[in-house]
């Protein structure tokens, strides 16, 4: 049987129980206001929680009770023995008619009329009703003799908890009887039964973590009804299609999402959709449509939010981020429409333009997040102006026992969550190479260049401490970013209780709970999330969360139409480019773009990258975006003003006049934009370019360091190396030892290992200055190409 | 009279907590550091089952030396327990008057955390707030907001 129907079995069998001595009792004194109210509260419960199941018969019958109880209530009518026999037999009736339910019959039809009937006032014939309550009560015994199925009690929530925490703490005091075992080598008599002993213990602790398993239908079941009530307040039409109702999750946590979850449903109805004449003005279906789904993923519930309502209008938000100054007009200007959106968590900011009873009372997105990230999930929301907004919830599947990675830096233990973790390499290893650029470093890990922290400088205990020699956490974020963090030595695998932290503690963003170790230390574990936001590691597009999320209904994603990513041009033009071509997007210094007669350069993470874009526009003067497209072999960087979102182009794509950067023109949302043409671009920017034909590179000399230290750096700036002497070469780099300055300096590079000579000999670079030397074999490059 | 004080001493002077919100005394002899956590948390102990966060209450109420001895007082707030670190734990004794103002400046960390003046056995002492210490000194509740 269903789950939700045998609560309603449960819940109204409850109420019957208390009731029957309530009931005995009117039926001697049916003036008892008192009792009136308890039966009339019981039928009406009935009644509507009949509303959502598909129970015609029983919301009719009690519906009736209702109505003839409200009478009474009202003084309008007198509850003489005859309405109270009536009221007992529709009571009965409801009774019997539920004990079928649990068993999963159908109840024998007719007889109801006759019930209600004998409730309407007309009706006088109180031996009728009697009879009838007689007969009907007589068919209830019979068909609750024979009642069985799956028997279910009701336990106070706070009881569970209790059972959990004590099983909690066995599980601690298990580990630290273990470990002493360990230490002591008892006999084996001894470790049989502590085997079994472990052993049911775990059992234990999954069945009450099961306990506490909710479906989340349970949360999902009451938004109709509060969309549907929003809604007509409001004036608007509003369908809701709830999906993945069948996922399990912490009843706590169902319990805390609650409240999240309502308000974002209310700014949904209020802000996101436009009224049913806006919507066919928009050319939109006027009723709007508001999708609900979750899905479990791991060890995380998704849940999602969308609309196809109006949007977030990303310019009433930075207005508003101004006026209430959470931003300043100048960091308004630089930030892209992603970053603008994210204004919407900001306290003190909500879009409505005026205050409604239904939201915009101050409790805002800020709450929001504020409340989910504290039950350890993340928000994201994402928007298209026109087409509506989608709000993703990440949640972990319970709030206390987590699975994670303890690991030591500077002579204490940390936790890391596992769900984060991706890999761990250690740095000797030879698979992570790393580099420090300015103060920060990078690992470098199968071609890919990933922010390193270490943790001791994320602490504040050693800024400086380096990730050399380190063990490298490679951790994936929500949003599909990435980081290394360098910790001193991982130890082990453990399960742990996590339990809150102090505010003080939790002020500093670095944890997100404590735990108990086997020896009864705490331990802290860390808020990988909040390090990474600490230290702007997060990216603005989260393009990667989008693909990886198939499942979760997307809006526009029952429209067919080529995936592109939106921009805004150096030249404020609105333009497309297709998302599979955009490798990722960055952020650059202007310091970082290098104007040449060829095209412009920029240089990206040690490397030259043609840069397009830059003709129609100048260089922005402050940090700016830049996509990075790929063709699969060669990248080139595509510098943009700012990127606006996702989207899906509507038909084709009417082919522009003549070839040039731009393919043609297409629909999206409604409105024409250029679409790039990336065969274009890259067919110009790679012609006769490094990528092309790669430079080569020799090393004069046979100091070892050549070859084992410079070549790599060599090699990821984009040189090939070639040791044959009598081989052409594009750039010769020598070290002091083999100098011979007789040679045309033009491609000669001179490295000293002494910094002292780098800077008093003009035209030698200290072999350490990787900045240096990485700007002279790019100079030597272009030299060539030009 | 005849509400119950703990009376301990912090920083020399001597001060009351009510009785009532005292859960347990307890000496802390494992300290787990918070590396980024202010001052005045001086880092987290277990009791049992639970993780204390442990708080120097001479930081807290905004004195420059750290607090010396073992004792610590463990007092529950918002849910979260906490120990506070003092110099000694004294004694229990009754206060034999009722909490009275007083008069002059006390400076500010003790403003913050005195409830007033209580006559006791041992001659008058400042009572002292617990939750007030918890929250630390005013300017790093600032920082946390």
Redesign the interface.
């Given at each position: 049987m269903d789950d939700l129907l045998s609560e309603f079995v449960a819940e109204t069998r409850e109420m019957l129980d208390a009731l029957e001595s309530e009931i005995v009792a009117w039926e001697q004194a049916p003036e008892d206001k008192a009792r009136l109210d308890a039966i009339f509260r019981f039928v009406h419960t009935v009644k509507g929680n009949c509303g959502f199941f598909d129970l015609p018969r029983l919301a009719k019958l009690s519906h009736a009770a209702e109505s003839a109880l409200a009478e009474v209530r009202a003084g309008r009518r007198q509850p003489d023995t005859a309405l109270v026999d009536a009221v007992l037999a529709v009571i009965d009736r409801i009774v019997a008619m539920v004990d079928v339910l649990e068993a999963g019959e159908d109840y024998p039809e007719g007889g109801d009329d006759a019930l209600m009937a004998a409730l309407e006032p007309s009706n006088d014939d109180g031996g009728e009703a009697a009879a009838l309550r007689a007969q009907s009560a007589t068919s209830g015994q019979a068909s609750s003799t024979n009642r069985d199925g799956p028997r279910s009690i009701r336990l106070p929530v706070e009881l569970l908890d209790r059972v959990m925490s004590g099983v909690s703490d066995m599980v601690l005091a298990r580990n630290e009887l273990a470990r002493r075992l360990r230490e002591y080598g008892v006999e084996p008599t001894i470790d049989g039964p502590f085997e079994r002993l472990s052993a049911v213990l775990d059992d234990v602790r999954d069945g009450v973590t099961r306990m506490r398993m909710q479906r989340i239908e349970h949360l999902f079941n009451a938004f109709p009804r509060l969309v549907r009530d929003l809604s007509a307040e409001l004036g608007k039409q509003v369908l809701i299609d709830v999906e993945g109702g069948e996922v399990e999750l912490d009843r706590e946590m169902v319990e805390m999402i609650r409240d999240p979850l309502t308000h974002i449903i209310r700014n949904a109805v209020d802000h996101g959709f436009e009224t049913p004449a806006e919507r066919i003005a928009a050319s939109k279906r006027e009723i709007g449509l508001l999708h609900i789904s979750a899905r479990q993923s791991g060890n995380r519930i998704l849940i999602a939010i969308s609309d196809d309502g109006r949007g977030i209008d990303t310019g009433r938000l930075a207005d508003k981020a101004v006026a209430s100054k959470v931003a300043s007009p100048a960091e308004i200007a630089a930030m892209s429409e992603t970053e603008k959106l994210a204004l919407i968590f900001e306290p003190g900011i909500s879009t409505a333009a005026a205050v409604t009873s239904i939201s915009g009372r101050g409790v805002g997105m800020d709450v929001v997040r504020a409340n989910i990230e504290r039950v350890g999930g993340s928000i994201d929301v994402t928007s298209t102006p026109g087409k509506g907004t989608r709000i993703l919830l990440s949640l972990p599947l319970t709030l206390s026992i987590i699975p994670a990675l303890t690991i030591e830096c500077c002579g204490q233990r940390y936790a890391i969550p596992r769900s984060y973790i991706e890999e761990i390499i250690h740095s000797r290893s030879g698979s992570a190479q790393l580099a420090q650029i300015g103060d920060a470093w990078l690992a470098t890990i199968r071609g890919e260049r990933i922010r390193c922290l270490t943790l001791a400088a994320v602490f504040g205990i050693d800024r400086q401490s380096s990730p050399k020699g380190a063990t490298l956490i490679l951790v994936r974020l929500a949003g599909g970013d990435f980081f290394a963090l360098a910790v001193d030595r991982v130890l082990d695998h453990e399960e742990l209780v996590i339990k809150p932290l102090a505010p003080a503690v939790m002020a500093t963003g670095i944890y997100a709970g404590t735990s108990l170790l086997d020896d009864g230390s705490p331990v802290l574990m860390l808020d990988m999330a909040g390090i990474a936001r600490k230290h702007d590691l997060i990216s603005d597009v989260q393009r990667r969360v989008r693909r990886e999320l198939p499942g979760l209904a997307q809006i526009a994603s029952a429209e067919e139409g080529v995936p592109v990513l939106l921009f805004t041009g150096l030249d404020n033009r609105r333009r497309a480019v297709r998302l599979d071509v955009v490798n990722r997007v960055d952020k650059v210094e202007p310091t970082a773009v290098t104007l040449t007669d060829d095209g412009a350069r920029i240089v990206l993470e040690d490397k030259v990258f043609p840069l397009a874009g830059v003709n129609r526009g100048a260089v922005p003067e402050s940090r700016f975006p830049i996509l990075r497209l790929s063709d699969g072999k060669g990248e080139l960087a595509y510098a943009v003003q700012a990127i606006a979102d996702s989207a899906r182009i509507d038909g084709d794509i009417s082919p522009a006049a003549r070839a040039g950067e731009i393919e043609g023109i297409a629909l999206v949302g409604g409105t024409p934009v250029e679409v790039l043409d990336c065969h274009w671009l890259f067919a110009r920017e790679m012609r006769g370019s490094a990528a092309l034909q790669p430079a080569t590179c020799r090393f004069d000399g046979d100091d070892p360091w050549l070859d084992t230290i410079l070549r790599p750096l060599a090699e990821s700036a984009g040189y090939r190396v070639v040791s044959d002497d009598a081989q052409h070469a594009d750039v010769v780099i020598t070290t002091d030892s083999t100098a011979s300055e007789a040679e045309g300096p033009d491609n000669r590079i001179r490295i000293v290992s002494d910094p002292d000579i780098a800077g008093q000999v003009a035209g030698t670079i200290y072999r350490y200055d990787r900045a240096g030397l990485l700007a002279a074999l790019a100079q030597a490059r272009m030299g060539r190409v030009a | 009279m005849s509400e119950l004080l703990l009376l301990a001493r912090i920083a020399g002077r001597r001060v009351a907590f009510p009785a009532l919100d005292v859960n347990s005394v307890v000496e802390i002899d494992?300290l787990?550091?918070?590396?980024?956590?202010?001052a005045?948390?001086s880092g987290?102990?277990?009791l049992?089952?639970?993780?204390l966060?442990v708080i120097d209450s001479a930081k807290a109420l905004e004195l420059e030396q750290a607090t010396t001895g073992l004792e610590a007082i463990v007092a529950e707030h918002?849910?979260?327990l906490?120990a506070l670190q003092v110099e000694a734990v004294e004694d229990v004794a009754e206060a034999l008057s009722e909490p009275q103002e007083v008069r002059g400046s006390l400076g500010s960390g003790w403003e913050r955390a005195a409830r007033g003046m209580v006559e006791s056995a041992a001659g008058p002492v400042l009572l002292l707030d617990a939750a007030a210490i918890?929250?630390?000194p005013a300017h790093?509740v600032q920082?946390?907001a």
């Open positions: - | 494992a787990t550091p918070v590396p980024g956590a202010p005045f948390v987290l102990a277990a049992r089952s639970r993780a966060t918002d849910g979260h906490y918890v929250a630390g790093s920082r946390a």
